[in-house]
């Protein structure tokens, strides 16, 4: 998170370890450990669009009220559908490891993802017609057609010798 950054001007840092000059010097079979090796970057964060213009003091007060601003609708929203935050305490009382106490519910997997109904449906029917054309093409070349051409982006079958099908 880049709050920290963002509302009060507290410096980031995170590191890494430099494994190129860790592997220079032996790797795991050198004398040094791998944390001799930690490389500490700052995270340098730029201001956000249209706040360019403000001083650091202002861009944080700025972020902080609407931050604000954001917490107190979700805040109304909540007390609305009568939800409750789950909290620090009840997070902390938490086992990472426990599973869900219900299974995620499984759908099928869309066919696409499209901005509007009409890009869906036209790809829809595409892959229809693509599916058709490949079907046709398939049992053609099933039968010993073998110069049969297949609907770009896709392949034709395996063929299997009876010799190898009778072994399954």
């Given at each position: 998170s880049?709050?920290?950054e963002l509302a009060r001007g507290e410096?980031?840092?995170y590191f890494y370890f430099?494994?190129?000059a860790w592997w220079k010097q032996g790797g795991p079979s050198g004398k040094r450990s791998l944390e001799e090796f930690i490389k500490w970057v700052p995270l340098i964060v730029t201001p956000l669009p249209g706040w360019q213009g403000l001083t650091l003091s202002q861009q944080q007060t700025r972020f902080r009220k609407q931050l604000q601003k954001y917490e107190e609708k979700f805040r109304q929203e909540r007390k609305a559908a009568n939800r409750t935050v789950f909290g620090v305490q009840g997070l902390r009382k938490l086992n990472h490891r426990d599973r869900p106490k219900t299974d995620k519910k499984r759908d099928v997997q869309p066919l696409c993802h499209?901005?509007?109904a009409q890009a869906?449906?036209?790809y829809k029917?595409?892959?229809r017609e693509t599916q058709n054309m490949r079907m046709v093409a398939s049992i053609a070349f099933r039968q010993g057609c073998f110069e049969v051409d297949f609907p770009r982006g896709t392949f034709p079958p395996p063929?299997?010798?009876m010799y190898f099908a009778s072994r399954l």
């Open positions: 880049t709050y920290a410096q980031q840092r430099d494994r190129t499209a901005s509007t869906k449906a036209e029917d595409r892959y063929l299997k010798s």
